[in-house]
Nanobody, 114 residues
């Protein structure tokens, strides 16, 4: 079955950087666009970024372009999110998702705090 495993989260100071990764299995990774979402307690999951199956089309959520960079390595079935100049409001659990599948991973916690 489809599985998504996120990693790379942690505690970082404001202005710092993190690189998240998401490994997909149980489906043909390079056939599907992939997305990152994030969620804070009490709020719905918010769209962060989307990348098409071979990376030719990329979209970002509001105000994230320029600080966040989505990429993928289809040879490794891995999706990435490079997050730079992190702000406290970026604190959330980050999830990846494959288009066309309802499956969510467990997410990875990102905390931005001094």
């Amino acid at each position: 079955q489809v599985q998504l495993v996120e990693s790379g989260g942690g505690l970082v100071q404001p202005g710092g950087s993190l690189r998240l990764a998401c490994v997909g299995s149980g489906f043909t990774f390079n056939w599907h666009a992939m997305r990152w979402y994030r969620q804070v307690p009490g709020k719905e999951r918010a769209f962060v970024a989307r990348i098409s199956s071979h990376g030719e089309e990329i979209d970002y959520g509001d105000s994230l372009e320029g600080r966040f960079i989505i990429s993928r390595d289809n040879a490794k079935n891995t999706l990435y999110l490079q997050m730079n100049n992190l702000k406290p409001e970026d604190t959330a659990v980050y999830y990846c998702k494959a288009d066309d599948y309802p499956t969510w991973g467990k997410g990875t916690q990102v905390t931005v705090s001094s």
